[in-house]
């Protein structure tokens, strides 16, 4: 079935540093969702990228997909504790259901 | 927050024992999911449902069934308890792309 890959799984940062984590797949992706968690929490839906080469940024967060839509990453500019959380992709193919990737857990360390 | 709701939050049961987690919704959405978070693994789909009793296996279904007799309720049966499946439970829901998450149902099977 698909499967994605994400990394890294861990990220210690020091407040005010960028973050990068990065989300891959060996197939051709129809859509990539991003989710994030906070500690205790559940999951919180981010934004969906459809189109090849595609950037959304939201404030700090910038999501983009790869030309060959086989790949995406989420970058938080000038990191904040509020950032602090798991941060997952999720995909599909066609109509099937969505897969999650392992999700990068972000530290923020003030 | 979507109008998801979870019962139990937390359960501690034997194992061998039957199990029933209920995850109810107000929405009114079509397709409803029951994942299991895991350290190291992220969110794995194990049952979902695009409708009264239209119910489809996801990647780890084994040791548990679901029924869905009302828009509103898909419940999680563990017929027999297994220590490992010991997890935390969440169900979601969606209409178009983006799923919402429940809150959450933290099981420990001894």
């Known amino acids: 079935g698909q499967q994605v890959m994400q990394i890294p799984q861990y990220q210690h940062v020091q407040e005010g540093e960028d973050f990068t984590t990065y989300c891959n797949s060996s197939?051709?992706?129809?859509?990539i969702q991003w989710y994030k968690q906070r500690p205790g929490g559940h999951p919180v839906f981010l934004i969906q990228?459809?189109?090849?080469?595609e950037v959304k940024k939201q404030k700090r967060l910038t999501f983009q997909f790869g030309e060959a839509k086989k790949n995406s990453s989420l970058h938080i500019t000038a990191t904040q504790t509020t950032d602090v959380g798991t941060y997952f992709c999720?995909?599909?193919?066609?109509?099937?259901?969505?897969?999650f990737g392992k999700g990068t857990r972000l530290s923020v360390i003030a | 927050d979507a109008g998801i709701t979870q019962s139990p939050r937390h359960k501690v049961t034997e194992t061998g024992t039957p199990v029933t987690l209920r995850c109810h919704q107000t929405?009114?959405?079509?397709?409803m999911y029951w994942y299991r978070q895991d350290p190291g693994h992220g969110l794995r789909l194990i049952h979902y449902?695009?409708?009264?009793?239209?119910?489809d296996k996801g990647e780890v279904s084994d040791g548990y069934s679901v029924s869905r007799s009302k828009t509103e309720d898909f419940l999680l049966t563990l017929e027999s308890a297994t220590s490992s499946q010991t997890s935390v439970y969440f169900c979601?829901?969606?209409?178009?792309?983006?799923?919402?998450f429940g809150p959450g149902t933290r099981l420990t099977v001894t």
């Open positions: 979601a829901i969606s209409e178009r792309y983006e799923q919402y």
């Open positions: 197939t051709t992706l129809s859509n």
């Open positions: 990228l459809v189109k090849s080469g």
């Open positions: 999720a995909v599909n193919s066609g109509n099937t259901p969505l897969v």
């Open positions: 929405e009114n959405h079509r397709y």
């Open positions: 449902s695009y409708g009264v009793k239209d119910t």
